[in-house]
């Protein structure tokens, strides 16, 4: 099993890391015959308007398009989430999502006088380090979106963070920066059911 780290832009290495922690094998992915070759890809923290158009420089967002349609597994980390959402407000007027996730996301949501912040979140009955920087929240979701963590006090309480929807995952935090690899072993373990049944398919 190999997982692809998108690496047009963003933070690939400590995803890279991460994963490499929690006992996957991990390669970064720039071409579309690397993402041919992966079971699961995890798409950066970083700038999704930069993300956005390299992936269209380097060919890769259809093809990415096309293997999201076909059941890959993918985990998008604040820019990644923005990828992976349906819908994006506060984007650029050119900027191009992969999709995937029926959610509505803003950008930069959290104001500009809380750039970045950690916090504990509840996540699948654990507690996690969130570290949020210019992140994303999830202002939607459709009806086949499981909301996995939210924002508790503040004044974004209650805000959706992290999401699933069958194969895919997203966050709006990083938890490749915090070494605290919850999120990055849950994303290991779709990855290989989804394997499993693909190969039980065949
Ligand atoms: N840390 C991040 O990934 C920030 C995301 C960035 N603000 C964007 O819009 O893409």
């Known amino acids: 099993m190999v997982i692809g780290v998108l690496a047009l832009q963003g933070d690939v290495r400590e995803h890279l890391r991460a994963l490499d922690e929690v006992g996957a094998s991990a390669v970064p992915v720039r071409r579309p015959e690397e993402l041919e070759a992966v079971d699961g890809l995890v798409v950066p923290g970083g700038e999704s308007t930069t993300m956005s158009n390299l992936a269209k420089v380097f060919g890769l967002l259809e093809p990415v398009r096309a293997r999201i349609r076909s059941g890959l597994p993918v985990y998008g980390s604040c820019a990644g989430m923005i990828m992976l959402a349906g819908t994006v407000l506060d984007g650029r007027a050119d900027q191009e999502s992969f999709g995937g996730i029926d959610m509505v996301v803003r950008r930069n949501a959290f104001g500009r006088q ?56 997203a966050t709006s935090f990083h938890p490749e920066l915090t070494g605290d690899l919850r999120v990055h072993d849950l994303f290991v373990r779709m990855v290989s059911d989804a394997k499993t049944k693909e190969e039980a398919k065949r």
Not at 118 to 147: C, M, N, Y
């Open 114 to 169: 809380v750039d970045s912040f950690e916090t504990d979140l509840d996540f699948q009955g654990g507690s996690v380090h969130a570290v949020f920087i210019r992140a994303p929240w999830v202002e939607k979701v459709g009806p086949d979106v499981e909301v996995l963590a939210r924002v508790t006090g503040g004044a974004a309480d209650g805000r959706v963070v992290a999401v699933r929807q069958g194969n895919l995952l």
